[in-house]
């Protein structure tokens, strides 16, 4: 059993960066793959970028690519996403997700979820 925390949004200016963080608490935190997904009203649920249980080869969609960074510290049982040169089209609920099958992750139906965090970008 996993429960996932985010924590980190808010509003900023387009141009500008936000740090998120999903604290996980549970059992097995180094046996997940961990990734970030995003919401807009009205719209599926997006892809925005994964990292494997071994810390490797972080995958990202390509509208973020260059610009998000995806880490986790498994010391400290948490998840990261580093993002730098918000747009507009960056606004949405962003939520973290775990789960031990990576391509059940990639897919979007992971085991866990967290409850999400806003990011609003104002341009």
């Known amino acids: 059993q996993l429960q996932l925390v985010e924590t980190g949004g808010g509003s900023v200016q387009a141009g500008g960066s936000l740090k998120l963080s999903c604290a996980a608490s549970?059992?097995?935190?180094?046996?997940?793959?961990l990734a970030w997904f995003r919401q807009t009203p009205g719209e599926e649920r997006e892809f925005v970028a994964a990292?494997?249980?071994?810390?490797?080869?972080?995958k990202y969609v390509h509208s973020v690519t260059g610009r998000f960074f995806i880490s986790r510290d498994n010391a400290k049982n948490t998840l990261f996403l580093r993002m730098n040169s918000l747009e507009s089209e960056d606004t949405a609920a962003y939520y973290c997700?775990?789960?031990?099958?990576?391509?059940?992750?990639?897919?979007?139906?992971?085991?866990?979820w967290g409850q999400g965090t806003q990011v609003t970008v104002s341009s």
């Open positions: 990292i494997d249980w071994a810390d490797t080869t972080p």
């Open positions: 549970g059992s097995g935190f180094t046996d997940y793959n």
């Open positions: 997700a775990a789960d031990t099958n990576w391509g059940r992750l990639l897919g979007g139906k992971p085991r866990y």
